[in-house]
Nanobody
Framework: QVQLVEFGGGSVQAGGTLRLSCAAS?????MAWFRQAPGKEREGVAT???????????NYVDSVKGRFTISRDNSKNTLYLQMNDLKPEDTAMYYC????????????????????WGQGTQVIVSS
């Protein structure tokens, strides 16, 4: 059982920045950030797979490429999402998730193996 707790959401103006954190009670190689806007389906934002202490593979949804950066500190069991140049369409509840079963080739936001989820942190971007 892995417990996840997100921090760092808030309200910012367009063009602003936020850094989300997710504290995990245990280690899993495959982790991700998802988001869900009101009235919309949940969307995968980014994944990160840990090969070693400081070797990772990351992937992003097209809409955040170049603006968001997913990272992790395995020594602290903490996942991050640095969000720059925020846009109103980034407004959503953001969730971190852990997939204890996927390999590097299957670590994807399309995976059905994300077993553990945080409670979410709200991000609001005003124009």
């Amino acid at each position: 059982q892995v417990q996840l707790v997100e921090f760092g959401g808030g309200s910012v103006q367009a063009g602003g920045t936020l850094r989300l954190s997710c504290a995990a009670s245990g280690y899993t190689k495959c982790m991700a950030w998802f988001r869900q806007a009101p009235g919309k389906e949940r969307e995968g934002v980014a994944t990160i797979y840990s090969f070693a202490v400081d070797t990772f593979d990351t992937n992003y949804v097209d809409s955040v490429k170049g603006r968001f950066t997913i990272s992790r500190d395995n020594s602290k069991n903490t996942l991050y999402l640095q969000m720059n140049d925020l846009k109103p369409e980034d407004t959503a509840m953001y969730y971190c998730a852990a997939d204890p079963r996927s390999s590097s080739s299957t670590c994807s936001t399309r995976s059905y193996n994300f077993t553990y989820w945080g409670q979410g942190t709200q991000v609001i971007v005003s124009s």
